[in-house]
């Protein structure tokens, strides 16, 4: 029932062809010096880790410096309201992933994602289950198995997260009473599964980048629609017997009234950026997919996106005594 993201593959080949062709040219001018980016990840989370990197390459295109500031604490709450309370000048941005929207239908905060302005999107994630190399579970049956006989324990980033979300879904799509185990960042959640405390994980591949190269992790299944092209073996969810599929989109939000020419800014670099062949190297290693979404689209999306997600959760929401 989420919204599926919609790749704009002619767009983003058009802007790619325009990115190449400035490749040299002087990044843009830009009316700060400093650019915060906010992230309600913990250190090692999805999110932070793509602005610590897409940062790295940034610079070529807007002419300021790019520093990342982890707000955790309310799934995404306490980063919201950050932001919603910031000068609309272009010096502070959040990280926006399904999460902003999940925190804000569930808890009810404060501030919520109608109270920050998306500004573009960048990537579609793969989201994946995952255990330890060691672990018993060879494939997700085997989890299922093991659910239904012990109940078991299954873990996600936090809990307003679209993992969370895909982690009930495939909990009663089988029918088991597993414990879904909410943590405040990927990589608290990842140290738990290696332990053993936890028997699979659901996250995103870029967060595994590290346990993957090193054998610690083992791949089970994607919540992706389709297989992923960089893991042509890897099982979908539904091809395993459960129909339960979901796509996560990474984009950027800002405070509320951002200028015309502070949006035009992002808009001509986020292109060039996804086109950059270092930049390019560096995202398709994590496995994340470049869906573009200017302004304008992306601010439809997330409206629809949230209307979506509030109409499942009232559909799935159990009786009120």
């Known amino acids: 029932m989420l919204t599926k993201i919609k790749a704009a593959s002619v767009a983003f080949i058009a802007l790619g062809v325009l990115a190449a062709n400035q490749a040299n040219s002087e990044p843009a001018a830009y009316p700060q010096k400093v650019v915060t980016l906010v992230t309600h990840s913990s250190p090692g989370g999805g999110s932070d880790i793509f602005l610590r990197e897409m940062i790295k390459h940034l610079g070529k295109y807007i002419k300021a410096d790019f520093v990342v500031e982890n707000i955790s604490g309310g799934s995404g709450a306490k980063a919201m309201s950050h932001l919603a309370a910031a000068k609309p000048d272009g010096s502070i941005f959040y990280a926006t992933t399904p999460t902003y929207i999940y925190t804000s239908i569930q808890s009810k905060p404060d501030k919520s994602y109608k109270d920050i302005e998306p500004l573009v999107n960048f990537f579609a994630d793969a989201e994946v289950i995952y255990t330890r190399t060691e672990s018993p579970f060879k494939s997700l049956k085997d989890v299922i198995d093991h659910a239904k006989a012990k109940q078991g324990r299954w873990g996600v980033a936090n809990p307003a997260s679209l993992e969370r979300q895909a982690a009930e879904k495939l909990k009663k799509a089988a029918g088991v009473g597993a414990a879904i185990v909410p943590h405040e960042g990927g990589g608290d959640l990842i140290i738990n599964v290696l332990n053993g405390t936890l028997d699979i994980g659901v996250g995103e591949i ?88 200017p302004h304008d689209q992306y601010a439809k999306f997330i409206a629809d996106f949230g209307a979506t997600a509030e109409a499942a959760m009232k559909e799935t929401a159990p009786p009120k005594p």
Do not use: C, H
């Not at 992790?217 to 297989?227: E, H």
């Not at 020419?261 to 390019?280: S, T």
């Open 206 to 293: 870029q967060e595994l980048r590290a346990q993957l190269e090193g054998q610690k992790v083992r791949l089970l299944a994607t919540f992706n629609s389709n297989r992923l092209v960089t893991f042509p073996d890897l099982p979908t969810v539904k091809e395993s017997g459960y129909d339960v599929a979901v796509s996560k989109f990474r984009g950027l939000a800002g405070p509320k009234g951002m200028s015309k020419d502070v949006i035009a800014i992002w808009e001509k670099a986020v292109p060039q950026l996804l086109a950059d062949p270092e930049y390019k190297k560096v995202y398709g290693d994590a496995r994340l997919a470049p869906d573009f979404m």
